[in-house]
């Protein structure tokens, strides 16, 4: 069951009435239902701000987007570039995820994706990569809206760093780090927009410097005027220098601009590139022993364990705001 504060639904008939909510904006059916079981995954595994928040958001933009396949430019064994030429980010991405083989037999894999946005939650891929036996590194660009505190420029994405293993969790799911390295990500601006929270100091600022801290103000005019500050006020350059790192990789890695043109891209390691010198069973011995390590620990926990350990406690049910139900009219 779902429970909000006065509806509950089964998760069936939530799963149903979503999908029929992108139906109705334009997407197939087979499309309509991925889409249902990305934002639904984000949902189940805690990361809200990439779950059914993005409903409106999304159907409000399907009209941009074309219904067709990514185009394939580059292929050959170590490496593969495709053109999603403006395909939902969501689609393209699980479109080429679904094509890769497992691990097994395989080095090393460099796959990039030219304009592809938005992504939602990239560990949705990073798990089903992982679950083929790949160690799989991710990033995927974005508007420019990043800076550092103190400036007023937008320089970089909210560039998400995400890490899988193919070792599961105790709970179901592979062992993936999805994280953004900015203080706040543009789908919770989008939650504190629908939801009316307000914004964590220092997250976002107008052009000239002044602060913004309320949701209502990061758009004016329908345009972004906010820049997300990476964690801390006079803390941010590591961060933000990774951050950079994955913008160049995503963006001009594949000859894009970096600006209206945003890149993904797959980094997919076979644990048995090593052999015959180190077996892929000792390299998945040693990854099962690092998230046991974790596991000893007192406050850390096992990347995406966390997540899966609440839904196994409450595998029938995940709650929703009442004010996510009321905008989406489910």
């Known amino acids: 069951m779902i429970t909000t504060l006065n509806k509950m639904y089964t998760i069936e008939s939530l799963r149903q009435k979503v ?103 990239l560990s949705y891929f990073a798990e089903k990569l992982a679950a083929k036996g790949w160690v799989v590194l991710m990033s995927s660009t974005s508007p420019r809206r990043v800076g550092l505190y103190g400036d007023d420029k937008g320089l970089v994405g909210t560039n998400p760093w995400t890490f899988a293993l193919p070792v599961e969790t105790q709970y179901g799911g592979q062992v993936v780090v999805d994280v953004s390295l900015s203080e706040i990500t543009h789908g919770q601006c989008l939650k504190a927009v629908a939801i009316g929270h307000p914004l964590p100091h220092y997250a976002a600022s107008q052009p000239g410097g002044a602060a913004i801290k309320q949701p209502e103000d990061l758009w004016k005019d329908n345009k972004w005027n906010a820049i997300l500050h990476p964690v801390g006020q006079d803390k941010g350059f590591k961060t933000f220098g990774v951050m950079w790192s994955l913008h160049a990789m995503g963006s001009r890695m ?77």
């Open 19 to 121: 999908q029929n909510r992108f139906e109705q904006a334009g997407l197939f059916e087979d499309h309509a239902r991925e889409m249902t079981e990305q934002l639904l995954y984000s949902e189940l595994r805690g990361i809200s701000s990439h779950g059914l928040v993005r409903i409106k958001w999304v159907t409000e933009q399907i009209h941009k987007y074309p219904l067709q396949n990514a185009r394939l430019l580059v292929q050959n064994r170590e490496t593969e570039l495709y053109d999603a030429e403006g395909v939902l980010g969501y689609l393209a991405l699980n479109e080429i995820t679904e094509k890769q083989e497992h691990a097994e037999g395989h080095t090393i894999k460099y796959i990039g994706i030219r304009n592809t946005y938005p992504t939602g939650a």
């Open 254 to 330: 594949f000859g894009l601009d970096g600006e209206e043109h945003h890149g993904t891209f797959m980094l997919l390691m076979s644990p048995s590139m090593w052999e015959p010198v180190i077996p892929a069973s000792e390299v998945i011995k040693g990854f099962q022993e690092e998230t046991n390590l974790l596991r000893m620990s007192k406050v850390a926990h096992v990347p995406g364990e966390g997540r899966m350990s609440r839904l196994q406690e409450r595998r029938e049910q995940i709650t929703l705001s009442q004010e996510i139900v009321d905008m989406f009219e489910i």
